[in-house]
């Protein structure tokens, strides 16, 4: 199916799954619009690129400054006949001291401790595609 990009509206988000020994940062997102365990990101803006997004928006939910972000994959949606395409980084690196923001509380989880969790829509898709295997009993990780 070809899409006519000047008809249709796409808007282009970004995720950035964080890993620290054998933790994973999460956020519990409060907002109705989509709430439940999901990953810090964003909306990327105006002449901004889509890796700078990723720094700018988990350091605004977080308060932690990636040291270097990789590019994992993406997933898209159709809402409200908008097309929403999210781009999926990950990161073992970074600084700082991890707050809380508007957008929900964030924690420190092991997959286990992640899985009581209630997901925000598609979130077990997104973990698919970072290949996590959080089905499992183990927290082990594939890479």
Known sequence: ????????????TNMCLLKFKDR???QIRHKQ???????????VEKDETVVDSVYREFKEETGLCLKGVE???YIEWNIASKRHLCLLF??????????????GKNVWLTL???RKEPFSSDF????????????KEDDQRQD
């Open 124 to 135: 077990d898709k997104i973990l698919d595609l970072y290949k996590v295997d959080w089905r």
């Open 24 to 26: 994973f940062l999460f």
């Open 90 to 103: 990950k990161s073992d690196s970074f600084e700082g001291t991890l707050k809380d923001s508007i957008e």
């Open 1 to 12: 199916m070809y899409y006519n990009i000047l008809m249709d509206e796409i808007i282009l």
């Open 112 to 114: 286990k401790e992640a």
């Open 71 to 73: 590019f994992v994959d």
């Open 33 to 43: 619009d989509w709430p439940g365990l999901t990953l810090p990101g964003g909306k």
